[in-house]
């Protein structure tokens, strides 16, 4: 069907009708009909029972009767109820109550199906359109939600261009599209990485307005889709145009005429034609993708499959939605209104979960349905919370910060807490009835346990992501790329302070050396030569500050290959050498080649996250576990925390890009940015450091907090960042 709500769509009597008992039906006699309806005979149900339909010219509604309804109002004629109700239990018919007259006639009255209003006052529809008039703030909400601006009335054009376009639903092309299609999917999984890789080049300005154009084409012959498989079955198609649901454009197509078709085959035809119109553009540009050179044409045969991809698959096809998919699964099932439908079951299913009420459904079908509709309605409630949910969080972020925030309060209350608070009002109405059921106080216990955890502050512990490294460590390097000549340690072997742990040598430090050694040599003999020249005579000062800077950078070049010899700063173990570690093997400055360690102190390095720094307490105590299953886990008390969030990360070991618990964000000269406010603390913790780096956790007792409190906090502490305060 079309893209949109049609607002053609049926709503049958047993939908509208109250859950409640109906009182008495009037003595009176019953009121005519509108003059103007047309009764129509129906599809039928998936269990071959007859429909009917009611037509409503003047709004362009129709309304799906079946069983009793549809008998009552075959039957309906201006007589008192009690004579209808005796035509209808003739023999060979029936049975009907006399509460299935009276919901029909409210649903007649509701729905000013008949000539006169209720009591007969025609002021009543007076009163009935000023109570269905709404206020300034919900048109301006409704308005803003979702509107239609027809444009075109297609029925005439598409009558004439009929046998055109014909031959392309032919079983024969239809083959070929099949054909196509797999061909193009067969090649493209061949060269999958270039095809996904092409995403790439569309992440800009222009790739973006590609994107558009496509979509604008391939929901117009989406939309053509429908409106010429509605001609093609001989409905009419009443309008074309644009549809804005929450300020974002989408065509849309009225063909609401469908439901004249008496067979659902035939309705489902039209509800799929558009996503089969996207099937084919798909498949088509695929293929075309495969064998298309790299150039303008390749780059639009892939816009158009990716779009059509997936605005048929995540899109279209989705039920949970008033798009093509929910009208596939309504004709499908036989169930008009679907979801208004099913959530009056999912409405029934949960009282009676919670309460016991022992209501009957809201009508009557199988079992099987029934579960199935239950489930549907839970699925598209869970659904819509969270895109309404996300459409808050967009529309927040596409304003300016004032009228973002009236939009997100406006979705949040409209789309979830209006419901929810609805369905709180019914449970009130019926209090009286509640609490007499033994299943009520089953409920009450669970919802206050509930509430229990949520409010009592419970959760106390605090887990930080810690390392146990020697208090002492030496990292040795490479001071510049340089070639190994000696090893004079082993892994695992104790060393003195200045005890030598490895020679390298750097050719370009010693060509550099030599070339310096002979430019002192050269400045030594231009002064040597200042008393015979008088040229040299007049540069000598020049000379002598050359002299000076070329001595100072002998000096340092000595130094620099002092540093080739790699020698222990304190007495420890050498830890962690660098595997096949050998003379001649050539080294960068980053390749670390060993460590030493001073084993007898040790440190207890942590993170704590923002959202538990203040339930941290002075002199916490606490266990700190390593990841390693087999290293032993210590008791450590907390030293201090900082007072300020980590800038950096300054222990690797936990980063995330080391396998580490902490998300981090490497800058361009490398630093590891936390992504979120972590703050740097340090832990007493008794006993000899490992010989390697333990990564783990501490878990510190901190203050008690309830889960109600953590999320108020959180919510505070988002409104007061987008306040600006």
């Known amino acids: 069907m079309a893209s949109t709500p049609s607002k053609g769509e049926p709503a049958p009597p047993e939908a509208a009708a109250p859950e409640a008992a109906a009182p008495a039906a009037p003595a009176v006699p019953l009121p005519q009909l509108r003059q103007d309806l047309q009764l129509l005979r129906g599809a039928p149900t998936p269990d071959g029972a007859p ?42 018919h029936g049975p009907v109550t006399l509460d299935d007259v009276t919901a029909v006639l409210e649903f007649l009255y509701a729905s000013s199906l008949t000539d006169e209003p209720a009591g007969g006052d025609f002021q009543a529809y007076v009163k009935q359109e000023a109570a269905a008039d709404k206020t300034w703030l919900a048109r301006v909400i409704h ?65 973006a307005a590609a994107y558009a154009a496509s979509l604008v084409l391939i929901k117009a ?14 409905v ?86 008033r798009f093509d998919g929910y ?32 209501a009957p459904p809201p009508e009557p079908t199988s079992a099987a349905r029934r579960r199935w509709l239950v489930a ?11 895109l309404f949910l996300g459409i808050a969080l967009l529309v927040y972020y596409m304003f300016f910060k004032v009228l973002g925030v009236i939009l997100f309060v406006i979705e949040i209350a409209w789309f979830i807490a209006l419901p929810i608070w609805r369905e709180i009002k019914e449970w009130w109405a019926m209090r009286a009835l509640i609490v007499k059921r033994s299943r009520s106080l089953v409920t009450a216990g669970v919802a206050a346990t509930l509430v229990a955890l949520a409010v009592i502050p419970w ?27 000696e090893v004079a340690v082993r892994n695992g072997q104790r060393v003195r302070s200045g005890a030598l742990l490895a020679v390298l040598e750097a050719p370009a430090l010693r060509h550099e050396q030599e070339r310096n050694a002979v430019q002192i040599a050269l400045l030594k003999a231009r002064l040597a030569r200042l008393a015979a020249d008088d040229k040299e005579r007049d540069q000598a000062l020049i000379i002598t500050r050359e002299l000076q800077a070329a001595q100072a950078r002998a000096r340092g070049l000595a130094r620099e290959a002092e540093q080739l010899e790699l020698r222990a700063a304190f007495d420890g173990v050498v830890r962690d050498m ?102 740097r603390a340090r832990f007493a913790v008794e006993g000899q450091a490992p010989g390697r780096v333990d990564r783990g956790v501490v878990l510190l007792r901190g203050k008690p907090e309830s889960f109600a409190a953590r999320a108020w906090r959180q919510v505070m502490r988002v409104l007061v960042r987008e306040s600006g305060i």
């Not at 309504?330 to 309460?355: H, K, M, P």
């Not at 003379?583 to 207890?604: E, I, M, N």
């Open 51 to 92: 429909t009917w339909l009611i037509y409503d010219p003047v709004r362009h509604r129709y309304f799906s009767l079946s069983g009793p309804s549809a008998a009552i109002v075959l039957a309906w004629d201006a007589v008192p109820a009690e004579t209808l109700l005796t035509r209808l239990n003739a023999p060979g």
């Open 143 to 207: 308005g803003y939600l979702f509107f239609r601006v027809p444009l075109v009335r297609p029925d005439g054009f598409l009558r004439a261009t009929l046998p055109l376009v014909a031959p392309l639903w032919s079983r024969a092309a239809l083959i070929a599209y099949a054909l196509i299609t797999a061909l193009g999917l067969y090649l493209v999984s061949r060269q999958f990485d270039a095809f996904a890789a092409t995403f790439l080049h569309f992440f800009s300005l222009q790739g």
């Open 221 to 234: 012959l989406h939309e053509l889709g429908h409106a010429y498989a509605a001609a093609r079955h001989r």
């Open 236 to 321: 009419r198609v009443n309008t074309m145009g644009i549809a804005f649901m929450v300020l974002m454009p989408m065509l849309y197509t009225d063909v609401s005429d469908a439901w004249r078709l008496r067979r659902r085959r035939e309705r489902l035809t039209i509800d799929g034609a558009g996503i089969m119109v996207e099937l084919v553009i798909a498949g088509l540009a695929t293929c075309a993708w495969a064998f298309l050179p790299d150039g303008p044409l390749r780059s639009i045969a892939f816009v158009l499959a990716t779009s059509s991809w997936a605005l048929s698959l995540l899109v279209n096809l989705n039920p949970f939605m």
């Open 327 to 358: 009208h596939l699964l309504a004709d499908s099932w036989g169930i008009a209104n679907l979801q208004n439908r099913s959530f009056a079951f999912g409405r029934w299913w949960l009282r009676e979960t919670l309460f016991g009420l022992g």
């Open 376 to 386: 549907y309605a839970f699925g598209v409630w869970i659904y819509r919370f969270f």
């Open 459 to 485: 959760q106390g512990r605090i887990v930080a992501p810690a390392i146990f490294i020697a208090a002492q460590e030496q990292k040795l390097h490479a001071p510049r790329p340089a070639r190994v000549t």
């Open 578 to 679: 660098l595997p096949d570690l050998h003379a001649g093997r050539w080294l960068d400055r980053k390749t670390r080649l060993l460590r030493v360690v001073a084993p007898q102190q040790a440190h207890l390095r942590g993170y704590v996250a923002e959202d538990d720094l203040w339930k941290v307490e002075a002199n916490a105590v606490g266990r700190f576990i390593p990841d390693d299953p087999l290293a032993a886990a210590r008791d450590i008390r907390l030293i201090d925390v900082a007072y300020a969030g980590a800038k950096a990360l300054e222990e690797p070991y936990l980063a995330s890009n080391y396998g580490g618990p902490i998300a981090v964000t490497p800058d361009a000269d490398g630093v590891l940015k936390p992504n979120g406010a972590v703050y």
